[in-house]
């Protein structure tokens, strides 16, 4: 992933525009409905920090717009790239 890059996550059902998640470590970010009713984009405000591992825990207590919860927190890691210079 790039330091600019945003996540997309898609769901089975219409997500909430107010989906509770954390990032760790902590990053300012923009959080919002995708393309779709079934999509949700984060993307770092300003850069994500290079060589770093984030952590993304969607909580089991969000709702779809159908009143569907989450079975469980579902948990993604991802790396961003070391600095390669200019």
């Known amino acids: 992933?790039?330091?600019?890059?945003?996540i997309l996550l898609?769901?089975?059902?219409p997500v909430s525009s107010?989906?509770?998640?954390?990032?760790?470590?902590?990053v300012?970010?923009?959080s919002g409905l995708g393309?779709?009713?079934?999509?949700?984009v984060i993307a770092p405000k300003n850069a994500w920090t290079f060589n770093t591992t984030y952590t993304?825990?969607?909580?089991k207590s969000n709702s779809s717009q159908n009143n569907q919860d989450l079975d469980?927190?579902?948990?993604?890691?991802?790396?961003t790239p070391p600095f390669s210079g200019i």
Request: charged share 20%; net charge neutral.
């Open 28 to 30: 300012i970010v923009v």
């Open 56 to 59: 993304l825990t969607i909580s």
């Open 72 to 79: 469980k927190d579902y948990v993604y890691t991802f790396k």
């Open 35 to 40: 393309k779709s009713a079934y999509e949700f």
């Open 10 to 13: 898609t769901f089975n059902q």
């Open 1 to 6: 992933m790039s330091i600019t890059g945003s």
């Open 18 to 26: 107010n989906l509770k998640f954390t990032i760790e470590p902590e």
